[in-house]
């Protein structure tokens, strides 16, 4: 079958909408979060952030609105850059130590003068939010149960938004990040996805892309995706969130691949709301693990 009859074969494409989905997810923890206030119980998120970098500034305050809208106790800790690696683990113990604090979100990136890895370290694996601690880490690499990064979590979640059967499926995951790369390719393999990991020494990435059933971008290039990579019929999920010289939000996906796939997420308003809608999942769920809550209050 030609490239042009597999086209007219396929269904109309659609956009994931991940605004959508972020919403219902932070509508049903409100209705969650209600519940345990009735019996004097908050789930309590504090974000710490390093510097005044103006990306970091906008995310952390877009986390602090979406605590406020579901009804979390939220500790916004601004410290200015000149901070030292010693006063910020002093404050990451104190926060551990918070009983009101059930997760802990330390804003990457920090100044280039306080090493990430031992202030990620630092966090009690019991408040690890974003799921960075090693200790979950391995945990996740081993199948156990453990917080999951929030974007590789987000991006499952639109997968079966989309209602994508991930068993057999050959899965492209371009960019190997702690973040988002290796986490989301642990998660994909462990719903039976045959996945390849590909990177700026890959040989032939456009190949590599061709042959995929699912495409996540996750490299931070604009546009690096080409229509004529996709296979007719493919689902993209889009992670890159770059901006233009004009100012504009564009991902690491030309947008006119989504004429050849069966579903594609939008930037923005696919990948990047589901983020911190998963923040706020794994902080409830570390709320639940904390005060074995689950299963006297949630599940009634």
């Known amino acids: 079958m030609t490239d042009t009859n597999l086209l007219d074969n ?24 209600q519940e345990a206030s009735e019996r004097g119980l908050t789930p309590g998120l504090a974000v710490v952030r390093v ?13 602090v609105r979406a605590c406020a809208e579901v ?15 010693a006063e910020l683990l002093d404050r990451i113990d104190a926060l551990n130590r918070d009983p ?8 990457l990136p920090l100044p280039p003068s306080i090493d990430e890895a031992r202030v990620l370290g630092a966090i009690d694996p019991a408040k690890d939010a974003d799921g960075f601690h090693p200790l979950n880490v391995g945990r996740l690499l081993l199948g156990l149960d453990a ?17 994508v059967d991930l068993r057999g499926k050959r899965v492209v995951v371009i960019g190997r990040s702690n973040i988002v790369g290796k986490p989301v390719a642990l ?21 590599e892309v061709r042959r995929a ?30 901006r233009t ?22 930037v923005p308003g696919g990948v990047g709301p589901m983020t911190v809608a998963m923040l706020l999942d794994n902080t409830f769920e570390l709320f639940c693990r904390g005060l074995d809550y689950r299963s006297t209050v949630v599940e009634e």
């Open 245 to 266: 010289a004009a100012g504009k939000l564009v991902g690491d996906v030309e947008p006119t691949c989504f004429d050849r796939a069966t579903a594609m997420t939008p």
């Open 100 to 107: 009101a604090i059930h997760g802990i979100l330390v804003q």
């Open 71 to 85: 009804g979390f106790h939220s500790r916004h800790i601004s410290l200015p850059a000149t901070t030292t690696e």
């Open 147 to 163: 917080p999951v990064p929030c974007t590789p979590k987000g991006i499952l979640r639109l997968l079966d938004e989309a209602g």
């Open 187 to 207: 998660l994909l393999l462990a719903r039976d996805a045959s996945v390849a990991i590909c990177h700026s020494k890959t040989a032939d990435l456009p190949e």
């Open 51 to 63: 510097g005044e970098d103006p990306a970091s500034k906008s995310y952390v305050g877009a986390k």
């Open 10 to 33: 396929r269904p109309p494409p659609r956009w994931i909408d991940g605004q959508a989905l972020a919403a219902r997810v932070r509508a049903e923890l409100k209705r969650k979060v």
């Open 213 to 242: 059933d699912v495409i996540i971008a996750a490299v931070g290039c604009p546009a690096l995706i080409k229509p004529d990579w996709i296979k007719p019929g493919a689902i993209i999920i889009d992670v890159g969130i770059n």
